[in-house]
């Protein structure tokens, strides 16, 4: 061994003559692998592109928008030395071959970004590419020189050179553009005999700028893997629920309702604001172990049962209960609902009565306890002895295909509904399905029918909650019922309604359900209902009520979170006009959010400073702050509270002292507020105000 050599040469073992042809074959296999590793690293990524967003788990799950909204995209790009870098944000529909390219700016700190918006529903895909971009480096280099003074005659020869080499390869591939390759051979000659001085100028010339974006490609090229984006409609993100019985709008508790008794409650449902109409399910009701009054065991004869005790020798989850009507009665209130612009909901619940055809057709769906009984649903200790759940891995152990077709079966459920004109389904507890079900079930489903939206009813754990999300569930139920306080209402805000949750995350606030009959709304009278409805209807872009809320029905089962004679076990007859509703309220909620685009995104929400704990300050804003509202709500629903509250007057651009434009939104008349210390008092008849900000006249 040379000295030359040093202490990186191959290391030698002592044991064995460095000259013999033994110790050459060790060296060579030490020289191999890094020989193997060089070129890898040769070849290997100079750009360096991270930080990606948004992005969904890495790129995992799809990122969500609605048609129309734009989708910013930012990452960290960067590379070695002093040379400028080209960057692309690449968007493209799944379907498409081409992508569109949006340029991407410097933002600073290495972070660039662009935006783009998809105009039509379905999967798309995004990504971002770089590369050194040795046009642009040449310009601001020659740039640089020039102005601390640098003879540049030299770098510019050298662009010269490199931009005529770039331009006769060119011309070989632009035979297609004529008007191309005739600006290629003009800017050859122009560069022949140019001087520096113009070298530089026609660097910096629009008209190269345009030659070369359509003929150099940049070096070093990086692209990122693609990003999905679900792009769904308008409803996904901003809508107003209501949920009713259908076999309860008769008017009498001795008659069931049917789908024309729904039909003539549609116009009062639109009045009040409401655009989705959402049922319980609506098929035939088993009657072994049918649920009596109150949930009790026992039902008499002329009890209708539950409608999650799904099926019957009349049918099942294909199948309409009788007493409801038939299917072209169904389809007539379909139309009829749509010409009012009420979208109709309907509950997807994957169990089943122990009378359901399914149990005689396919008992190997089911499980079978070792006495030979059928396993009843249960949530320990609770046991729901008129439903039974389907076995989704069913004898796969066996090696048999009964979860295969289980699984289409349920497909083909969804299918024959979406065929009759239902968008919109709320699905009942998916978190004590399998995750992968709802992954498979949902991309089937939107594959085919892409403006489909699902609601997922799983009031669970976070993680949970979010995964059912990230998997394709449009919408979910949320934490905002039990949500009472200051703190965990602005915290819980501020979680799901930026990024990353606010990415895959669409929060709809139902202030009650026909299973939860919140504890604040038992006691808190009329005005805990204008408190509730005020707080979901201006937080949440998506927000819903179950019928009787908006008659302040509170009557509970004694000491529980439940309705006392709930509708899930009777048919019940409501007055829509009980004295002390609050139709008018809930009415006018409704036409602030339509009328205020800042209602229209679960972003752009801010807490701002009330000095008492029971005063919520808050504003919602678009991204170009063209519409600001803000929110005052009063948390106490038994006495007078008042606050000063600090206007947040520098987001206006103004002084502390500024003068704000204010438009009274419940009530239209318009004011000036001048300073950023304002004080209000609100009362439990009218614990809230919402006014429209303007720094402008």
């Not at 590369?131 to 003879?151: M, N, P, T």
């Not at 399914?358 to 059928?374: K, N, T, V």
């Not at 006495?639 to 103004?654: C, D, K, R, S, T």
């Amino acid at each position: 061994m040379t000295k030359a050599m040093g202490r990186f040469a191959p290391r030698i073992h002592n044991d064995v003559d460095a000259r013999s042809p033994k110790s050459v074959a060790r060296v060579h296999s030490y020289t191999r692998p890094l020989r193997r590793d060089l070129s890898a690293a040769i070849a290997s990524a100079r750009v360096a592109i991270e930080s990606l967003s948004p992005s969904v788990d890495v790129g995992r799950f799809a990122v969500k928008r609605s048609v129309g909204q734009p989708l910013v995209v930012e990452a960290d790009v960067f590379m070695d030395g002093h040379d400028q870098l080209g960057v692309h944000l690449l968007w493209r529909a799944a379907d498409e071959q081409t992508w569109n390219r949006v340029p991407m700016q410097h933002l600073g700190n290495d972070r660039w970004g662009a935006t783009f918006q998809a105009n039509r529903i379905g999967l798309h895909e995004f990504t971002v590419e770089a590369g050194l971009d040795r046009f642009a480096s040449y310009r601001e280099d020659l740039r640089k020189k020039q102005e601390a003074g640098v003879d540049i005659s030299l770098d510019a020869q050298e662009a010269r050179q490199w931009l005529r080499g770039c331009l006769k390869r060119a011309c070989n591939r632009l035979g297609r553009s004529r008007a191309l390759q005739q600006e290629a051979q003009r800017t050859l000659e122009v560069l022949q005999s140019a001087a520096a001085a113009e070298t530089l100028a026609y660097l910096s010339s629009p008209a190269a700028q345009s030659l070369m974006e359509g003929t150099v490609a940049w070096e070093f090229m990086v692209r990122l893997p693609a990003v999905p984006l679900r792009v769904e409609r308008r409803a996904a993100s901003f809508a107003h629920w209501y949920e009713l019985f259908p076999r309860s709008q008769s008017g009498s508790v001795r008659r069931h309702g049917n789908f024309d008794d729904v039909i003539e409650r549609l116009p009062a449902v639109r009045e009040m604001g409401f655009d989705v109409l959402y049922f319980p399910p609506i098929h035939p009701i088993g009657m072994t172990n049918r649920k009596g009054r109150n949930n009790s065991l026992v039902a008499q004869a002329d009890e209708p049962g539950s409608p999650y005790a799904i099926g019957s020798e009349e049918g099942g989850h294909d199948a309409i209960h009788p007493q409801l009507g038939t299917l072209e009665d169904f389809r007539r209130l379909i139309a009829v609902a749509r010409h009012h612009d009420i979208e109709i909901a309907l509950d997807f619940a994957v169990q089943c009565s122990p009378d359901h055809p399914w149990l005689r057709a396919h008992p190997q769906w089911f499980a079978w306890r070792a006495d030979g009984s059928i396993r009843y649903a249960e949530n320990p200790p609770k046991k729901y002895e008129d439903i039974v759940g389907v076995d989704f891995y069913a004898r796969i152990a066996e090696g048999g295909d009964a979860a295969r077709t289980l699984w289409l079966a349920l497909l083909d459920v969804v299918l024959f509904w979406v065929k009759e004109g239902v968008r919109t389904f709320r699905v009942d507890n998916p978190h004590t399905k399998p995750l992968p079900f709802w992954e498979w079930l949902i991309a089937q489903v939107q594959e085919r029918y892409p403006e489909v939206i699902f609601l997922s009813e799983a009031f669970t754990r976070p993680k949970m909650m979010y995964r059912l999300a990230k998997l394709g569930f449009t919408q979910s139920y949320t934490y905002f019922t039990w949500r009472e306080h200051k703190q965990e209402l602005s915290d819980y805000l501020n979680e799901i309604s930026c990024p990353p949750v606010s990415d895959f995350f669409r929060p709809n606030f139902f202030v009650n359900t026909p299973d939860i009959n919140p504890r604040f709304l038992q006691v808190s009278g009329r005005a805990g209902f204008l408190i509730r409805a005020a707080l979901a209807s201006t937080m949440s872009a998506v927000w819903g009520m179950y019928s009787g809320f908006e008659l302040c029905e509170a009557s509970a089962v004694p000491g529980k979170e439940e309705y006392l004679d709930s509708e899930k076990y009777e048919i019940r007859a409501w007055d829509w006009r009980r004295p002390g509703n609050i139709v008018a309220e809930v009415t006018v909620l409704n036409r602030v959010r339509r009328e205020n685009p800042a209602f229209h995104r679960q972003e752009g929400i801010r807490f701002h400073r009330a000095d008492n704990d029971q005063i919520l300050m808050y504003t919602r804003a678009t991204p170009e702050r063209d519409n600001v509202v803000l929110i005052v709500v009063s948390l106490d629903p038994f006495a007078e509270q008042g606050a000063n509250m600090e206007l947040p007057l520098w987001e206006f651009g103004l002084a502390d002292d500024g003068v704000l434009q204010v438009e009274d939104l419940l009530h239209g008349y318009r004011f000036e507020w001048q300073g950023k210390n304002q004080h209000i008092s609100l009362s439990p008849e009218h614990p809230y105000s919402i006014w429209r900000l303007s720094s402008r006249p």
